[in-house]
């Protein structure tokens, strides 16, 4: 059952006292995006969740099949530069996850249900890859030799993503007063989603693996 929480309980409290302790694991495809479970975790964190004070920098990394995220290889590897920052500096940043098919997860929520118990079948939903520019997006596949395949994405499969991207924007939209700077350290299908939830919440996003 999600409650409403107090604007001063810490995002912790508001984890625990909110979210659902535990339940199946999930396992799909396309599916998943309407679970109740992840419908349910999504609304509130777009609805009810504020971000802890004094992280004014948003960094945005993709989301991994190892759960917690935080413990996959990617974030490791960020971990590492951060704790290089000048003192305080590491502290301002909060960690935020951009999930297939949750849409944002904060940090102090990965271990909270259904984030931490979910497998996305990415075969049986989107094809391994990322988006094109074009208007109507197509997924590169990797196959097992390094050449790239495109593949058209079904009217249900573009569905899904605008879903998933509404997700991000709202979030994007509701914490649009709370981060000084927002950095997108993503590329892909997450990418996508970032820069589709920024037009749709009129934030801006820098994305350094852009940088020359």
């Known amino acids: 059952m999600y409650e409403m929480t107090s604007a001063s309980d810490s995002p912790r409290q508001q984890a625990r006292a909110t979210l659902p302790d535990r339940g199946p694991h999930l396992t799909g495809g396309l599916a998943l995006v309407d679970h109740p479970a992840v419908s349910s975790f999504a609304r509130w964190v777009t609805e009810e969740y504020r971000p ?101 994405l079904t009217a249900d499969e573009r569905v899904a993503m605008q879903v998933i991207a509404e997700r991000v924007g709202r979030f994007l939209y509701s914490t649009k007063d709370r981060y000084r700077a927002r950095i997108g350290y993503v590329r892909g299908t997450q990418k996508w989603l970032l820069k589709r939830g920024s037009t749709l919440a009129g934030v801006d996003i820098h994305f350094p693996l852009d940088d020359p």
């Open 52 to 152: 802890p004070k004094g992280s004014d920098i948003g960094l945005f990394l993709p989301c991994a099949a190892t759960k917690p995220y935080s413990t996959s290889r990617t974030y490791r590897a960020v971990e590492r530069e951060l704790v290089k920052l000048p003192a305080g500096g590491a502290g301002r940043v909060h960690w935020l996850t951009v999930s297939e098919p949750l849409g944002i997860v904060p940090h102090e929520l990965e271990s909270a249900y259904p984030a931490d118990s979910y497998d996305l079948t990415l075969r049986s939903w989107l094809p391994i890859g990322a988006f094109s520019s074009r208007r109507r997006p197509d997924m590169g596949v990797r196959a097992d030799t390094p050449t790239r395949t495109k593949v058209r």
